[in-house]
């Protein structure tokens, strides 16, 4: 079976390089953060108030209940900055914090920093917007979706992209990485109306003995609307608590319906059985890691034929489009999940089948 695997690249992509780690940083040492922040054009982000977080390890977790930034620093007319702390404010304990300031961006773009104070010397590299100018049409069987590099703002610059495809907030596909130009199939968009491509790229710089990841969101660009309706769609699911109208057919894509603890299995009823040639899952996530997690197929309920397997290193496909070889006709898709320490499905926002 031929697959694409796309995984999202969230905060915790951004932040993976930092895990637990240890402060060597005096309590007593005097810092001094410096900085500056620049739109798309050149032009500095003058006299702007900046709001600097601080996490509680150095884990780059902002909890919402933190009660808001730490603290703020305001640019200059160039839109540089500086702010001086100490050493015992970057540090939780034995552990280091990690810090996190997003330049407040237009049009929906916008540039953010997370690093760990390592010495009395912090030189944030410049921040600087990126819009991406991203441009959608159709193309083919689909999307094509074109952007420029970041180096056409910063010269020599590069970075991981990451293209999110929402509808209102929610995160309906994501494609990692990526570049100009990007495909999404009318197997992702199906009949969706008012989807938006947003662009992303992250990068991680080394600057005088310290690390920063940059994170970059580009302009959202409207998608055409597409009109591939799924032969699943309006069919019926099996679950505990399972509602009477089905969450995962109805064509919402964006949201993932309650599912109960240790939901280890989730089935589909087609009104007809199919031969089934492509399947579309959305936002599919377990507790813990399965040993197995597979889309299976049945044409009788109680025969079941390996369809697809929604593992990849160890962890749950959360965005998957795949091809299905399978020549008999099917009623029956499930989703399952094996393997001990509660590996149940806890999120999953659609399942669409196509002949």
Same mark, same amino acid.
């Given at each position: 079976? !031929?697959?694409?695997? &796309?995984?999202?690249?969230?905060?915790? #992509?951004?932040?993976? &390089?930092?895990?637990? %780690?240890?402060? !060597?940083?005096?309590?007593?040492?005097?810092?001094?953060?410096?900085?500056?922040? *620049?739109?798309?054009?050149?032009?500095?982000? %003058?006299?702007? *108030?900046?709001?600097?977080?601080?996490?509680?390890?150095?884990?780059?977790?902002?909890?919402?209940?933190?009660?808001?930034? &730490?603290?703020?620093?305001?640019? +200059?007319?160039?839109?540089?900055? $500086?702010?001086?702390?100490?050493?015992?404010?970057?540090?939780?304990?034995?552990?280091?914090?990690?810090?996190?300031? =997003?330049?407040? +961006?237009? /049009?929906?773009?916008?540039?953010?920093?997370?690093?760990?104070?390592?010495?009395?010397?912090?030189?944030?590299?410049?921040?600087?917007?990126?819009?991406?100018?991203?441009?959608? %049409?159709?193309?083919?069987?689909?999307?094509?979706?074109?952007?420029?590099?970041? $180096?056409?703002?910063?010269?020599?610059? $590069?970075?991981?992209?990451?293209?999110?495809?929402?509808?209102?907030?929610?995160?309906?596909?994501?494609?990692?990485?990526?570049?100009?130009?990007?495909?999404?199939?009318?197997? #992702?968009?199906?009949?969706?109306?008012?989807?938006?491509?947003?662009?992303? #790229?992250?990068?991680?710089? !080394?600057?005088?003995?310290?690390?920063?990841?940059?994170?970059?969101?580009?302009? =959202?660009?409207?998608?055409?609307?597409?009109?591939?309706?799924?032969?699943?769609?309006?069919?019926?699911?099996?679950?505990?608590?399972?509602?009477?109208?089905?969450?995962?057919?109805?064509?919402?894509?964006?949201?993932?319906?309650?599912?109960?603890?240790? /939901?280890? @299995?989730?089935?589909?009823?087609?009104?007809?059985?199919?031969?089934?040639?492509?399947?579309?899952?959305?936002?599919?996530?377990?507790?813990?890691?399965?040993?197995?997690?597979?889309? @299976?197929?049945?044409?009788?309920?109680?025969? &079941?034929?390996?369809?697809?397997?929604?593992? @990849?290193?160890?962890?749950?496909?959360?965005?998957?489009?795949?091809?299905?070889?399978?020549?008999?006709?099917? $009623?029956?898709?499930? #989703?399952?999940?094996?393997?001990?320490?509660? =590996?149940?499905?806890?999120?999953?926002? @659609?399942?669409? *089948?196509?002949?």
């Amino acid at each position: 079976m !031929e697959m694409k695997r &796309w995984m999202l690249a969230s905060c915790a #992509v951004a932040s993976t &390089w930092l895990g637990c %780690a240890t402060s !060597e940083v005096d309590p007593e040492l005097e810092i001094t953060l410096t900085g500056k922040a *620049l739109r798309e054009d050149g032009q500095p982000v %003058a006299n702007t *108030l900046l709001n600097l977080y601080r996490s509680a390890n150095s884990e780059c977790v902002f909890s919402i209940f933190s009660g808001g930034s &730490w603290k703020s620093v305001k640019t +200059g007319a160039d839109g540089a900055f $500086s702010l001086e702390l100490l050493g015992a404010d970057t540090r939780s304990g034995k552990l280091a914090r990690c810090f996190s300031m =997003p330049i407040p +961006g237009q /049009t929906g773009r916008s540039v953010s920093v997370e690093f760990l104070v390592k010495n009395e010397a912090v030189q944030v590299p410049t921040l600087q917007e990126w819009s991406g100018a991203p441009a959608a %049409a159709v193309s083919g069987n689909g999307v094509g979706v074109t952007f420029k590099d970041l $180096s056409t703002v910063q010269a020599g610059v $590069s970075g991981t992209y990451t293209l999110d495809v929402k509808k209102a907030s929610s995160t309906i596909w994501s494609i990692a990485p990526i570049q100009s130009p990007t495909q999404l199939s009318d197997y #992702v968009l199906e009949d969706a109306a008012d989807l938006e491509a947003v662009l992303f #790229v992250f990068r991680k710089v !080394e600057n005088g003995g310290n690390t920063f990841t940059i994170r970059y969101t580009g302009n =959202p660009v409207a998608l055409p609307r597409r009109a591939l309706v799924p032969v699943s769609r309006g069919a019926s699911c099996v679950y505990t608590d399972a509602p009477t109208v089905c969450p995962l057919t109805d064509g919402n894509l964006g949201t993932s319906p309650t599912f109960k603890e240790n /939901t280890r @299995e989730v089935v589909l009823q087609l009104a007809q059985a199919k031969v089934l040639r492509k399947a579309v899952l959305r936002n599919l996530h377990t507790f813990s890691s399965p040993s197995e997690l597979v889309l @299976e197929g049945s044409g009788d309920g109680t025969t &079941w034929v390996p369809l697809a397997n929604l593992l @990849e290193d160890g962890m749950a496909v959360r965005f998957i489009e795949v091809d299905l070889n399978h020549s008999t006709p099917l $009623s029956q898709v499930r #989703v399952r999940s094996i393997g001990q320490d509660n =590996p149940g499905i806890i999120s999953l926002n @659609e399942v669409s *089948l196509f002949e």
